[in-house]
């Protein structure tokens, strides 16, 4: 399987309707947009981030802090613009043992719904960051708004299936100060930045398009990684090294 076959294999759950939702509205500003005022996709992660820290304080769980996201998928129908007031709706579209599937959906003010994502949050415990049980409080909290929907940690996008069919070209990816956050990891936001760098060269990849960013390994400061690109080739197949060993591997192409 391509990585290009594993990532359309991938389902957004519905919105149930009931249960907790958290809503939010925000303006895309300067900062957030490219020099032809389209959201960026490391925005859209910094946004999908920002609401859930919102909800999970909102609604006071027991261990806000203890969650690593595993894997986010984002489904672009149209790309929110410069300047333009959009409103951020997430919900849990799935629990596992483990872990928990937050959805959510960034839509115009008349109702169009221009951005999915699907992110898996895996709980770990706070002394070995290892993952550990969803809390109780947490679970019967999001029971009812994931429809009673089982979700897996498997990942999408295997070592095995990338470059099976085009030339790996390797290119150093330079780390910057900026890229890491209070918890000492690459932010999964500087991800999805390696992501827009290519996106910036494929014209024809723009909405609608769905883009992957999984997580093997955290990234620490004073490593040195390596991007591994697939080319030619109309999608974008990354993958980023330290060594021999994959650390993140992203996917980005149009979906109908």
Known sequence: MTFRQASLSFEMAPRAGHGREFTARRRVRLGDATPNG???????????????????????????????????????????????????????????SHWAERRTQITALDGRVLVDAAALWVHVDKESLQPSRVPDDVVELLSTSSGGRSVGARLLLRAKDFGTSHTIVPEPWAMRFTDFDAVGHMNNAAYWEIVEEQLAAHRNLRAPLRGVVEHVIQIEEGQEPVRFSEQPSEDLALQLCVSDTVHAAMWCGRIN
């Not at 609401?51 to 996201?69: C, E, G, I, K, Y």
């Open 38 to 96: 389209r959201l960026r996709l490391d925005s859209i992660a910094r946004y999908l981030q920002d609401v859930s820290n919102d909800d999970t304080r909102d609604a006071q769980w027991s261990d806000p802090h203890w969650w690593v996201v595993r894997r986010t998928v984002i489904d672009v129908h149209d790309f929110p613009a410069y300047l333009e007031e959009i409103i951020l709706t997430t919900w849990c579209g799935g629990l596992g």
